[in-house]
């Protein structure tokens, strides 16, 4: 099976397909093959959080549902887990494999599940229907059914933000701003650093921005494997540049930023957050992954699509051939 990631302007516009709106009649037939591909087994197309996050972020309700609808009717509630499940997992692999330790390697997590509660890494979307009706037992086919519809309900309501928590859906929409402008910020302000620094001294920088990053994660993998931090910290690039090529979506969190950074011209924006964060987990764990021309592009530079065996590409009318492989 395709495990197919689309960054959120895909699914736009595959809802603009769907919806039979002028600009999108050129992707009508690239929805219908990916409906096959689904219904064939063929292909899953998992959200993310990012999904979950920018989906809410729309103003207008009656937009966000039907989005919310295209999105749950072809990927059939797929979720692809984040960052934060699979970061530790990668941490403490890498650990094992480039410090020879004699540990047994973790139980492997599970990448790909359903729904929210595998996007959030939560149980709280949990949804069954109560065994009984104003003081009746309810049949327990009868309440399966329920638990069905209403699971699916819930998860629709989540994606697409239910009108009942527009005050939530409004604060969360304002710290994502404030989130992603905090991380153009100093994304820009480490560019004008780094541009400063030795070509050699860049590639050091930009490991060291992205072993702060799982910093406390990575003192915890090695409180757990009886490692001394300052084994890896004593080391230097020499030891931390392998151990973060050596945790896949890290590595490919870092590749994506060092030649973002070496475009002087395009200013960071607020949404690059969302973009780094769902495709360092998705270029490493999705077979196929369509996206903007530019991270297309850094990819490819950074020969991640080859590491990865990933196909990468940007322009939706590609997809069905890629699916028919």
Request: net charge negative; aromatic share 6%.
């Amino acid at each position: 099976m395709h495990h197919v990631y689309l960054d959120q302007n895909k699914w736009i516009d595959l809802a603009k397909a769907r919806s039979g709106r002028k600009e999108g009649a050129h992707l009508v037939e690239v929805l219908q093959a990916a409906q096959e591909a689904v219904r064939a087994g063929d292909a899953s197309f998992p959200l993310s959080a990012q999904h979950y996050y920018e989906t809410l972020h729309r103003g207008g309700r009656e937009s966000r549902e039907h989005l919310a609808g295209t999105m749950l009717g072809l990927s059939q509630g797929d979720a692809i887990a984040p960052a934060k499940v699979v970061v530790p997992y990668e941490i403490e692999i890498a650990l094992i494999e480039q410090l020879q330790l004699p540990n047994d390697r973790p139980p492997a997590v599970q990448i790909f599940g359903k729904g929210a509660n595998h996007v959030f890494n939560t149980e709280m979307f949990t949804y069954e229907a109560p065994d009984e009706y104003e003081g009746c037992p309810l049949p327990a086919e009868l309440q399966a059914m329920a638990t069905v519809v209403g699971s699916t309900r819930m998860e629709f309501a989540i994606l697409a933000g239910s009108p009942s928590s527009e005050t939530t859906r409004l604060a969360l929409s304002e710290h994502m701003r404030l989130t992603g402008s905090e991380f153009a910020c100093g994304q820009q302000d480490l560019r004008d650093r780094i541009a400063e620094m030795r070509s050699g001294r860049r590639d050091d920088a930009m490991t060291a921005t992205a072993i702060a990053d799982i910093l406390d994660l990575l003192l915890a993998a090695c409180t757990r494997l009886g490692v001394d931090p300052g084994r890896l910290l004593a080391g230097g690039s020499e030891v931390l540049g392998p151990l973060v090529y050596a945790i896949p979506s890290r590595w490919v969190e870092r590749e994506m930023r060092r030649l973002r950074h070496a475009n002087r011209q395009k200013q960071w924006e607020g949404n690059d957050l969302n973009d780094v964060m769902a495709l360092s987990v998705a270029v490493p764990y999705c077979d196929v992954v369509v996206t903007e021309g530019q991270w297309v592009h850094f990819v490819r530079a950074a020969k991640l699509d080859r590491r990865c065996k990933t196909k990468m590409i940007s322009d939706l009318r590609r997809l069905p051939e890629l699916l028919g492989r």
